[in-house]
């Protein structure tokens, strides 16, 4: 297939960019089927940021003591548990986890 040079406009900035044909031929190659909305500068910039927990940062996670359901020791999970169901120590958690995927459970 032959490709033509394109000018698309960035989401982010406005700014016109040129979707070229050698990149053009390069999304056809990978299966991609979305033209690129953001110019190249904004690209990079949100992939540092991304990269770097920039404004993407979900921020600190609240976590909350519980006494584990199976051995008994104290833990710390991302969650406020509800009550209505266990909790488990991470080492608790990743047994029961792999006690249910091999069918053992």
Known sequence: ???????LS???????FTFSADDQAYHAERGFTNEP?????CRQTRR????????FDRGT???HTVVCAECGKDATV????RGD????????????RSSVSSGRY
């Open 37 to 41: 909305k953001r110019c190249p500068g």
């Open 78 to 81: 991302p969650f406020k548990p």
């Open 85 to 96: 169901r266990p909790v488990y120590c991470s080492d608790c958690f990743r047994q029961q």
């Open 10 to 16: 960035c989401v982010e900035c406005g700014q016109p």
């Open 1 to 7: 297939m032959n490709y033509e040079d394109r000018t």
């Open 61 to 63: 996670r609240e976590m």
């Open 48 to 55: 540092a940021q991304r990269n770097s927990g920039g404004s």
